[in-house]
């Protein structure tokens, strides 16, 4: 029964390829996140959705598309991945506004060769 | 535009000291949630603790206490007879309030590495 779960946690992949990463929450949360961390440990929000509407795209390529089909699913999908995308990419989600704690999945580590 | 300043970028301390993470903030708004976090080596991001502007309280939970200071724009953690599995990187964070409501993302700090030594 976990919370805020993540497919794949692994993904190796070539230059130049299309992948996706899947995230579910059980929480019956209303706002759902996605985070890249570098290979520095730094974590930046890149995503966020509310009741499946987009409500924060921060500066990232638009080549990288989250897509919600309902309120407990957010996935992101990354087209012509770039060596640069290699991170770990953790969704979250939280109840609603900002003041709650977010919950996070175990993380997805994308390594692109 | 809000910012999160975590100086230290890693400390060592032998097991059962004292220690203390710092962490400065910046935001132009009066609402405004800190948080810490905790990324032990296997990797996830877990949740150790929240607190609203409006709360300058410092909170104790068994060898974990904060320090929010407003006037110095400060959230300090200090982990006390620390212990092996203490040994992590800490976030700690700030989400502000968006105007007309809805949700917000953390902004980070860069993280300090913990190393307690045996």
């Known amino acids: 029964d976990t919370a805020v779960s993540q497919t794949p946690k692994y993904l190796v992949t070539q230059m130049g390829n299309d992948k996706s990463i899947k995230c579910e929450q059980n929480l019956g949360h209303d706002t759902m996140y996605w985070y890249k961390q570098d290979s520095k440990k730094f974590l930046k929000i890149m995503f966020s959705?509310?009741?499946?509407?987009?409500?924060i795209n921060e500066t990232v390529p638009n080549r990288f598309s989250p897509k919600s089909p309902d309120k407990a699913h957010l996935n992101l999908h990354i087209n012509s991945l770039e060596l640069g995308d290699s991170a770990v990419y953790f969704c979250?989600?939280?109840?609603?506004?900002?003041?709650?704690?977010?919950?996070f999945g175990p993380g997805t580590r994308l390594t692109v060769l | 535009a809000q910012k999160v300043t975590q100086a230290q970028t890693e400390i060592s301390v032998v097991e059962k000291e004292d220690v203390t993470l710092d962490c400065v903030y910046e935001t132009r708004d009066t609402t405004y949630y800190l948080f810490w976090y905790k990324q032990p080596p296997s990797g996830e991001l877990v949740f150790l603790i929240r607190r609203n502007s409006f709360d300058e309280q410092n909170e104790i939970s068994g060898r974990y206490s904060w320090n929010f200071q407003k006037s110095t724009s400060s959230f300090n953690f200090t982990i006390t007879a620390s212990q092996v599995v203490d040994s992590a990187v800490y976030f700690c964070a700030l989400s502000e309030r968006r105007s007309g409501g809805g949700a917000d993302g953390l902004t980070f700090g860069k993280g300090t590495h913990l190393i307690i030594q045996p």
């Open positions: 959705y509310n009741n499946k509407e987009l409500i």
């Open positions: 979250a989600s939280s109840p609603g506004p900002s003041y709650n704690e977010q919950f």
